[in-house]
C-alpha cells in the first residue's frame, strides 16, 4: 500500500514539474535583447583599479575615455576629446572636449570630471597607475579643456589614453567612499560612465545586465544586454545551439570548427595581435640558456606547423616576432626559426649543453598551455633535452615569473594600446625583467639603448628605424621562442550584425554598433 | 580480500575462530554485491599489475599525428588530444589510482588509530585535547580541507594525497579511541598493568590489535571515497599533474571535448566509477559481516 | 539539555580559532601572493611594492592574524581580493543559493532513502534488497563530474526537460530577497512563474547532489528497520495479524527514524561543503563555486571566509542534531 503511495507521490511530482517545462521555452529571439555568455566572472568594475579583461567586457561600453580605437584600426580618433594639440617637446598634451556628454545621473562630462579620474587612479595605487605615472601635473584650464604634464616626452601616451584605464569617471561617485577608498568598493560592482551603456543590474555569479544609459550621445540599437557566465563549455554550446545565448565565448580551438557548422551560428574571424610565445630564462635560468647557440638550438626544435596545425586548429599563423603582424613596427622579414631537428641538434651539441635538462612552467589559466607544454616536451627530447613539466596554480606562476623562477615558460601577450612600446620596451628592456614584461631576463645594453630612444622620440619613421636594429640583434640571439600569432575567433548567431574587431579592445564589444 | 576477513578475529581462540571463519565465508558468498565488488576489484588489480603485457603503447608518449582517434581495434577507447592511447593510460591509471587509495588510506587508518588508541588509553585530559583538535579538523568539510590544502602547498599527487591522509585521520582516532576505551577496561589489560608492563608496551600490544577490527572495515569503505577524492582533486586541477595518467586529470582535461570527443571523458569516468563501486560494495558487505547487529 | 549546548557553543570558539588559525597559516604558506594578482599582467615593481603595502602584506605574520581576528568579532570578514567587495557582503549573496541547492538535494535523499531503506530492510535478502542497495551505492561512487554533465548533455541538450545552467532564467523577474532562497521568496510574494522556474533550475543539480547522500541514508535506515522489525512487539502484532505494512509505517518507520537523524546531521554537513562540483558543472552561483574561483585566486579573505563559515556552519548542524536527538528520543533525556 505504502509503496502505491510513494509511486503516486513520485507521479504526481513528475507531472507538476512537466507542466512547467513547456513554459520555460517563451519570448526568445527578442531583436533588444543580446546574451552573451562569458566564461568566467569578471573581478572589480572599477576602471582605476581593473587590470582584468573580462571586467573590460563590461566596463568599455559603460564609460567614455578622451580618445577611442578607430573602428578595426590601432590608432585612435576623437572621444569625449574632440580635437586635442601635443607640443613640440612631446611633453605637453591640451584636449578639447567635446559638449553635451553626459554620465547616466545627467551631469556632464567636464575637464574637471578628467582631472578627477586621473588623479583618482594615481591616488588608488593599483596596476594602471603604473602606466600613468608617466603624468606629472594635470590642469583644468576651461569646463572644456584640460592640459597633461608629462614628466618625460612618451609617444605612446596618446594610445594609452584609448585604453579601459582611461575611462572618466563620474566624480559623485566619491559620494560612496567608504573609509577613504575613493569608492573603491562601490565601482567594483557598479558603474558611473558616460558610456552608452549602463550596469543596470549585477547578478553574482549569474549575469550583467547592462541598458541604455537614457542621456548617453549615442542612442544604441540594442536595448538590454545581458553578460552571462557560463564556467562550462559543453552546456555554453548547447545554449548556443538552442538560441538560447546570441555570443559564446570561451569555446576551444578544438570544437570551433564543429561549433561553426551549427545551425544560425557563424563564426567572426579576424586577425588579432594575440601571441603565444615561451619565454627562456637567459638571466636567472639554467646555465645552457645563457648559450646563444643552445637557444637557436631550441628555437629550431619545436614543430611550429604542428602546433598551429593541431593545438591551435588553425586559428593562429606563424608569429614573425617581436612586433606581430598588424601593429606599425612589424617586421615581416625578421628573422624567423624554422622547425629543422638537424640544425637544431648541431647548435645544441656546438653549445657544449647537450643532454640539458630545463624545467617548463606553466598552468591551467589557458586551456591549451598543457597541450603545448607536452609538445614542447616532446618535440626537445627529439634533440636530446629532456623537459620537466611544472604545472602551478596561476598565481604561483606569476611569482615564479617575477622572481625568475623557471627555466622555460609559456606565455600570452597582447598590446593594451597600439604601439610597439608595448612589445619592443616591455619585453626587451632590462628594466623590466620579470612581470613587467621582461621575462627572458635579457639584458644587453645596446638593446636597451635603442628601445629607450625609440620610446622618447616622437617621429614614428625614425622610432620604427631603431625597433628595426634592436629587433635584429634580438632575434639573432633568440631571446623567446615566437611560436605563433593568433586569430581571433568567436561563434556568434547568424542574427548578430555590425560587430567590429578591433585588435587593441580583445574581447570587448562595440555594443552601441551592434544590432539583432 | 576474502583472507583479510578470515584471519581478523585474532583475539577470538581457535575453536571459535573456525565456527565463525565458516559462517562468515558462508554470509560472504550469500551476498552477491559483494561478490560483484570482489570480482570488480579483483579485475583491476590484475590490469594494474599487468598493464605493460597488456598494451603496446606508452602512456605518456606524444603522437600528434594520430590526435583525437575515436575508438577503434587499434586503440579501443580511442586517443586523446596529444595522441596517446586512452586504454592504455586507464590501464596505468589503475596502478595510480589503487596504489593511491590503498596508501593515502592505510596510511590514514595507521596514524589514526594509534593516535585514537593513545587517546583512549592514557584517557582524560590528553585524551580531551587529541579529541578537540579532531573536532575541528571534522569540522572542515573533507573537500575544502583538500583544496585549501593542495593550494597552500601547491597543486601536486603527493600534496593531494597528503590532505587526504590528514581529512581521513580524525575518523579512525574516533573510532580507535572509542574502542580503545572498551578495550582498557577488560581484564587482560588489567592484568598487563598490575605486572607493571609499559604504557607504550600495553598499547601496542593489547589496545592496537584489538582495535583493529572496525577499522578495516572502516578502510575498505574509505577506499572507495579515496579514490573518488583525488579524481576530484585532480578533476579540479589540484591532483595528479601531467603527463601522469591519473584518471581525475584525465577527466578534468577530457570534459571540454565531450560533445566531440565523447570517448575522451567516458571511458577515465567509467574507469572511476567501476573501482570506487567495487570498494564500496565491498566495504558494504564487510560491514554487514562484521557488525553484530546485522547477525541474524 | 543546557551541558550539551554549552559544551558545543565552547567547542564553537576551539573551532573558530582553530580552522581561522589553520587557514590563515596555510594562506601565508603559498608561493604566489595577492598583490601579484591585483598588480596586473605585467605590474612592475614599484607598484607591486605599493599594493603590497596597502594589504597590509608587509605587516608581521601575527599583527596580520590579530587584525583578522579583531574584524571576525565585529563582523568584518575583510575584503576579497578577487571581487573586492566585503567577503561577508560575498558569503550572504552566495550562501542562500547553495542552502537551496543543499536543501532540495537533501529532501531529495531522505525521501528516497528512507523509502529504498524501508524496502531493503522488509524485503531482506531477496533481490529487491540488493537492487535497491546496488542503486544507492552507485550514487556515492559515481563521480559527480560524469553523472552532472551526462545529466545536461541528456535532459538539457538533448531532451529539453530541464535547464542546464543558473538559479532562474535570464529575463524573470526576480523575487525580492527576502530569504535569498529563490523557491521561498518567489512564494511569499505570490510570484508562481517564478517559483515554478526556480524549481526547474533546482531538478537535475539536487537530483545529483542528493543521489551521493543517498547510500549513507539507505544503510542507516535499513540497519535500524531491521532492528525494530526484530522486536518483540512487533513480531507480536504482527503475530496478531495487523496489516505488514501499516506496521512498519505507524510503529517500526517511526522508531527506527531516530538514530537516522544523526547521519543526516553529518550528510547535511556533507552536502553543504560537498556542493562544488555540482554547483561548478551547472554554473549554481553558489559558495562552493565562489570558493573555487577564489582558490584560483589565492584570494584568501574569500577562502577563510568561506572555511569559516562551513565549520561553524557544521558545528551548529551538529548541535541541532544532538538537541533533536533529545526531543525526539525520551531514553536519552536526562
Known sequence: ?516 | MNTQTETQPQTLTTTQTLSKQKILWYRFKQNPLTLVGTGILLMFIVLAIFAPLLTPYDPEMVNMSERFEPPSSAHWFGTDEVGRDILTRILYGARLSLGIGITVVVIAGLIGSVIGAIAGYLGKAFGQFIMRMMDIMLAFPPLVLAMALTAALGPSLINAMLAIVIVKIPVYVRLARSEALVVREQLFVKAAETFGLSKVWIIARHIVPNVISPIIVQVTIDLGEAILLIATLGFLGLGAQPPMPEWGAMISTGWEFFLDQWWYPTFPGIAIFLATLSFNLLGDGLRDLLDPKSTR | MWPIIRNRLIMLVFVVFGVSFITFLMSNVIPGDPARMIVGPRGDQATYQRIREQLGLNDPLYVQYVDYMKGIFTGDLGTSIRTQQPVLDDLITYFPATLELVIYAFLFAIFFGVMIGVITAVKNNTKWDYIGRFFSITGVSLPVFLSGLIFIIIFYGKLGWFPGSGRIDLFMELPPRITGLYTVDSLLVGNFEAFKNSLWHLIMPSIILGYVQLSTIVRQVRSSMLDVLNQEYIRTAKANGLSEWFLIIRYALRNALIPVITVVGVSFGMLLGGAVVTEMIFNWPGMGKYVVESIGFLDFPAIMGFTLLISVGYVIINLIVDLLYIVLDPRVRE
Open chain 1, 1 to 516: 500500500m505504502k509503496k502505491h503511495l510513494f509511486f503516486v507521490v513520485l507521479g504526481i511530482l513528475i507531472l507538476v514539474l512537466g507542466a512547467c517545462s513547456s513554459e520555460t521555452q517563451n519570448d526568445q529571439g527578442d531583436k533588444n535583447r543580446l546574451v552573451i555568455a562569458i566564461s568566467a566572472e569578471a573581478g572589480t568594475l572599477d576602471p582605476g583599479v581593473s587590470m582584468d579583461n573580462q571586467a573590460w567586457k563590461i566596463t568599455y561600453p559603460t564609460y567614455e575615455r578622451l580618445v577611442a580605437y578607430d573602428g578595426d584600426k590601432t590608432t585612435v580618433k576623437p572621444a569625449l576629446a574632440k580635437d586635442w594639440e601635443i607640443s613640440d617637446d612631446g611633453k605637453t598634451y591640451t584636449f578639447f572636449l567635446n559638449e553635451g556628454h553626459k554620465f547616466a545621473d545627467g551631469t556632464e562630462v567636464d575637464a574637471e570630471a578628467v582631472k578627477f579620474s586621473f588623479e583618482r587612479t594615481l591616488k588608488i595605487g593599483k596596476g594602471p597607475s603604473g602606466l600613468y605615472s608617466i603624468i606629472d601635473n594635470i590642469e583644468v584650464v576651461d569646463p572644456y579643456t584640460v592640459k597633461f604634464e608629462l614628466k618625460n616626452a612618451f609617444p605612446p601616451f596618446i594610445s594609452t589614453l584609448a585604453a579601459n584605464y582611461g575611462a572618466i569617471v563620474n566624480p559623485k561617485v566619491m559620494e560612496h567612499e567608504k573609509d577613504g577608498d575613493l569608492g573603491q568598493g562601490y565601482l567594483s560592482a557598479n558603474t558611473m560612465g558616460s558610456g552608452p551603456y549602463q550596469l543596470e543590474e549585477y547578478n553574482k555569479g549569474q549575469y550583467y545586465k547592462l541598458t541604455v544609459n537614457p542621456h548617453s550621445a549615442v542612442k544604441p540599437n540594442i536595448d538590454t544586454v545581458y553578460f552571462r557566465i557560463s564556467s562550462d563549455v559543453s552546456e555554453t554550446r548547447i545554449s548556443l545551439e538552442k538560441g538560447e545565448i546570441d555570443i559564446a565565448e570561451g569555446i576551444p580551438a578544438d570544437q570551433l570548427d564543429e561549433v561553426g557548422q551549427m545551425d544560425g551560428v557563424k563564426l567572426v574571424q579576424k586577425p588579432s595581435l594575440l601571441v603565444d610565445y615561451v619565454y627562456m630564462n637567459i638571466g636567472k635560468g639554467t646555465d645552457a640558456l645563457k648559450s646563444k647557440e643552445f637557444r637557436q638550438g631550441i628555437s629550431h626544435a619545436i614543430d611550429y606547423d604542428s602546433i598551429i596545425n593541431e593545438t591551435m586548429q588553425g586559428f593562429a599563423s606563424r608569429f614573425v616576432g617581436p612586433v606581430p603582424e598588424g601593429l606599425w613596427g612589424h617586421n615581416p622579414d625578421s628573422k624567423v626559426y624554422e622547425y629543422d631537428v638537424d640544425k637544431a641538434k648541431e647548435l645544441i651539441q656546438a653549445s657544449g649543453f647537450e643532454g640539458a635538462e630545463l624545467d617548463l612552467l606553466y598552468s591551467d589559466n589557458k586551456p591549451y598551455w598543457e597541450e603545448l607544454a607536452l609538445t614542447i616536451q616532446s618535440n626537445l627530447e627529439q634533440v636530446g633535452v629532456k623537459v620537466n613539466l611544472t604545472k602551478v596554480a596561476y598565481p604561483t606562476m606569476r611569482e615564479k615569473i617575477d622572481i625568475g623562477e623557471f627555466d622555460l615558460c609559456v606565455g600570452v601577450w597582447s598590446p593594451d594600446y597600439g604601439d610597439p612600446y608595448m612589445f619592443m620596451n616591455y619585453w626587451f628592456d632590462s628594466d623590466n625583467w620579470g612581470l613587467a614584461g621582461n621575462r627572458s631576463f635579457y639584458a644587453n645594453d645596446e638593446v636597451d639603448q635603442l628601445i629607450r630612444k625609440a620610446a622618447t622620440i616622437s617621429d614614428q619613421a625614425e622610432r620604427e628605424e631603431l625597433y628595426k636594429q634592436a629587433q635584429e640583434i634580438i632575434n639573432e640571439e633568440a631571446v623567446y621562442i615566437y611560436i605563433d600569432q593568433q586569430q581571433f575567433t568567436l561563434p556568434m548567431s547568424e542574427d548578430v550584425k555590425g560587430f567590429v574587431y578591433n585588435p587593441m579592445l580583445e574581447g570587448i564589444y562595440n555594443l552601441a554598433e551592434m544590432t539583432k
